[in-house]
């Protein structure tokens, strides 16, 4: 089932090079663009003590989310979609093993952070992004549909 919902998501790629591009640049620029969110938020006028330490909150769960990554890499190594004739690849292939997706953990660590401090409006607008993100990892090749909701337990 892994296997179909991947190559479901993943089916559009490189028949549209609009949508190539969008996704390829959200897949690029996706987290970082959640973390410049979350550091503008450092200037929020509204409850400034109670998002500073959400910020804070995001920021280490994003650490604590990517290092808990590094030992699950350890134990699991799964070859990626593209390499396993999953998938088809539109970006330039990585080095690592496919699960954990890192990129599904820090866009989940931090929206999880802003959804579990109470500011449900920024926190439901990250977990979009995170979504977003994630689907774009699938559709660009590089990941199981699995490794983007393994990646979203660990960033939670």
Same mark, same amino acid.
């Given at each position: ?12 790629? +490189? ?14 620029? +996706?987290?970082?663009?959640? %973390?410049?969110? %979350? ?25 604590? +989310?990517? #290092? ?7 134990? %699991?190594?799964? &070859?990626?979609?593209?390499?396993? #004739?999953?998938?088809?690849? %539109? ?26 401090? #109470? ?13 977003? &993100?994630?689907?774009?990892? &699938?559709? &660009? *090749? ?7 909701? *393994? +990646?979203?337990?660990? #960033?939670?």
């Amino acid at each position: 089932m892994d296997d179909a919902i991947t190559q479901w998501i993943n089916s559009a790629a +490189g028949q549209s090079i609009l949508l190539d591009m969008i996704m390829t640049s959200v897949t690029q620029y +996706g987290v970082p663009l959640v %973390v410049l969110i %979350v550091a503008l938020q450092w200037w929020s006028q509204h409850d400034r003590l109670h998002v500073r330490h959400t910020c804070i909150a995001a920021g280490l769960s994003f650490f604590m +989310g990517l #290092g808990l990554n590094q030992i699950i890499l350890l134990f %699991v190594h799964r &070859v990626r979609p593209y390499d396993a #004739g999953i998938s088809h690849l %539109v970006i330039s292939p990585s080095s690592d093993w496919s699960f954990p997706s890192d990129h599904a953990t820090a866009t989940f660590a931090i929206a999880a952070s802003f959804l579990l401090r #109470g500011l449900q409006r920024r926190g439901i607008a990250l977990l979009a992004a995170a979504a977003i &993100v994630c689907i774009s990892r &699938v559709y &660009v *090749g590089t990941h199981y549909f699995t490794d983007v909701l *393994g +990646g979203a337990v660990t #960033g939670i």
